[in-house]
C-alpha cells in the first residue's frame, strides 16, 4: 500500500467523479459531486482539495479548509475513501499523511474534523491517525463529537 495526498485541479478532476461509498455511510458523506461544490465555494477561503491515492490510483477525497475564529485550525470538511478500497487502512494513512502535510504549515496549532457518533468506522480511522475527542459538543449539534489533532511543537 502507497497512499499519498494529491492537491486536485482542473487538469485531475475529471478522474474523480465516480467515487461511491457504502449503502450504510450515505448519511454521513456527501456525494462526490456535494464535495466538489462545496470546495469551489470555498476555493478563495482556505480551502484545499486533495485526492487520496493508493499506488498511484484515486480512491478517494478530502476537503481541508481553514478556520480563521476561535478556536483557529484547519478543519477537515469531507473525507471519502472509496468502497471498493475501504476496509484496507487507506483512510487511516490518508488522515496520516494529511497531518504531516498540514503540520508543516505553520499557521495553525491543530486540526479539528466533526463526526457523527454512530459513524464508528470514521472515529476508529481518526482515532488511529492521533485524534482525540476535543471535548466539546456544539448544541445545535449534539450528534456530533469533536475530533482534535494537535501538532507537535519541535
Not at 491515492?53 to 475513501?81: K, R, S
Not at 472509496?82 to 504531516?100: F, M, N, P, S, W
Amino acid at each position: 500500500m502507497d497512499v499519498r495526498l494529491m492537491t486536485v485541479d482542473e487538469n485531475n478532476m475529471d478522474k474523480l467523479s465516480g467515487f461511491e461509498v457504502l449503502e450504510c455511510q450515505k448519511r454521513f458523506v456527501p456525494p462526490v459531486a456535494g464535495i466538489l461544490a462545496r470546495a469551489w465555494v470555498y476555493r478563495k477561503s482556505g480551502a484545499e482539495l486533495l485526492a487520496i491515492t493508493n499506488d498511484g490510483t484515486p480512491v478517494g477525497l478530502m476537503l481541508v479548509y481553514e478556520i480563521d475564529e476561535e478556536p483557529a485550525c484547519y478543519y477537515l470538511m469531507e473525507m471519502l475513501v472509496d468502497k471498493a478500497h475501504q476496509g484496507r487502512g487507506i483512510g487511516t494513512e490518508a488522515v496520516r499523511q494529511l497531518i504531516k502535510m498540514y503540520s508543516a504549515k505553520p499557521k495553525y496549532p491543530m486540526m479539528e474534523v466533526s463526526v457523527d457518533r454512530e459513524n464508528a468506522a470514521a472515529i476508529a480511522a481518526y482515532s488511529k491517525a492521533g485524534f482525540s475527542d476535543g471535548g466539546y459538543t456544539d448544541p445545535d449539534l449534539p450528534q456530533y463529537v469533536n475530533l482534535v489533532y494537535r501538532f507537535k511543537n519541535d
